[in-house]
């Protein structure tokens, strides 16, 4: 089955007069084998796939319930509600669009070695999330004042629930971003083992791609 | 057997042959079901009956798309195979 192995086995001509020898001690400890059967994903990156798919199967909930009032209404947006910012919340939907691309940036300069091109562009991610929720911040202090709010109609309970429940998530990826910027900086990824860094960056993707259909949803449609 | 498969033919022709018998919506019972919000209700469970299979779907989608990365990336590996056999401690190796 293999080729061309250089296995040492123990039934070899030369070693059999040294098996019946004992060693004081019991010897060396025995050498790991060189070809493990890794997996061919990490526990870490399914534990992450899971959670993500819960993390899904929670937003479709959400969106289920946002699809029932939108397709049973004869007028959407009701009437004497504010309008939403569709503008200023496309370009932020830009920003948030161009962090993923940051992000994956990051993943290829670990897999080159390049951790202080890492740690820059890190940075650069945390920074546009920063922005994004600034923005998204702003815009919702605003309606609260022209008299949106989660309490004055169904229109804005959807709306904070929907927008909100995403704006949490992307503040949690921001906070796991910030540690793992922390470990970058403090050398704890390199090219081979740069598994946080990876699970950061799947969930990163995931809030970032889930913007986009919540954007459509609640903003355009 | 033949008792279960009885009961369950009488199922399926209940909800087939007689469908005010076998509805146990209540949107279409109160006989709200050619109103917008019984279509806005069968929409979003739709829509929720397809997330798992789209969720599971990609998931074990992108599984099978690693693994025969993976399988594709070992084929191409054409060095030698070094491997060391475990030996017991007492063989002084």
């Given at each position: 089955m293999v080729k061309s192995s250089t296995a040492y086995r123990l039934d070899e001509p030369e070693l059999a007069p040294q098996t019946s020898q004992l060693q004081f001690g019991g010897g060396e400890p025995p050498n790991p084998p060189l070809n493990a059967n890794l997996p061919v994903i990490s526990n870490?990156?399914?534990?992450?796939?899971?959670?993500?798919?819960?993390?899904?199967?929670?937003?479709?909930?959400?969106i289920?319930?946002?699809?029932?009032?939108?397709?049973?209404?004869?007028?959407?947006?009701?009437?004497?509600?504010?309008?939403?910012?569709?503008?200023?919340?496309?370009?932020?939907?830009?920003?948030?669009?161009?962090?993923?691309?940051?992000?994956?940036?990051?993943l290829k300069a670990i897999g080159c070695g390049e951790t202080k091109r890492l740690i820059r562009i890190l940075g650069m991610t945390a920074a546009l999330g920063g922005i994004f929720l600034a923005i998204q911040g702003y815009e919702w202090?605003?309606?609260?004042?022209?008299?949106?709010?989660?309490?004055?109609?169904?229109?804005?309970?959807?709306?904070?629930?929907?927008?909100?429940?995403?704006?949490?998530?992307?503040?949690?990826?921001?906070i796991w971003l910030a540690v793992v910027l922390v470990k970058a900086r403090r050398g704890h990824f390199t090219t081979s083992s740069h598994t946080g860094l990876l699970t950061c960056g799947m969930y990163w993707t995931f809030v970032v791609g889930l913007w986009p259909v919540l954007y459509a949803l609640v903003y355009l449609y | 057997m033949n008792r279960r498969y009885s009961l369950t033919l009488i199922g399926f022709s209940a909800v087939l042959l007689a469908p005010a018998v076998a509805t146990a919506c209540?949107?279409?019972?109160?006989?709200?079901?050619?109103?917008?919000?019984?279509?806005?209700?069968?929409?979003s469970v739709l829509?929720?009956?397809?997330a798992?299979?789209?969720?599971?779907?990609?998931?074990?989608?992108?599984?099978?798309?690693?693994?025969?990365?993976?399988?594709?990336?070992?084929?191409?590996y054409t060095g030698p195979d070094v491997r060391l056999v475990w030996n017991h401690k007492e063989t002084g190796r």
């Open positions: 870490e990156r399914l534990a992450v796939m899971m959670f993500l798919g819960a993390e899904a199967m929670f937003f479709a909930g959400l289920g319930a946002f699809l029932v009032f939108r397709l049973g209404s004869a007028v959407w947006p009701p009437p004497f509600q504010p309008r939403l910012p569709v503008g200023v919340t496309g370009f932020n939907t830009l920003i948030l669009l161009a962090s993923a691309f940051t992000m994956r940036a990051g202090i605003r309606l609260i004042h022209f008299g949106l709010t989660v309490s004055s109609s169904v229109y804005g309970g959807l709306f904070y629930t929907l927008i909100g429940f995403h704006a949490v998530h992307v503040l949690g990826a921001l | 209540a949107v279409c019972l109160t006989g709200g079901a050619d109103g917008s919000v019984a279509d806005a209700f069968n929409g829509f929720l009956m397809a798992p299979y789209l969720v599971v779907g990609a998931i074990v989608g992108w599984l099978v798309y690693a693994h025969r990365r993976a399988v594709a990336k070992r084929k191409q």
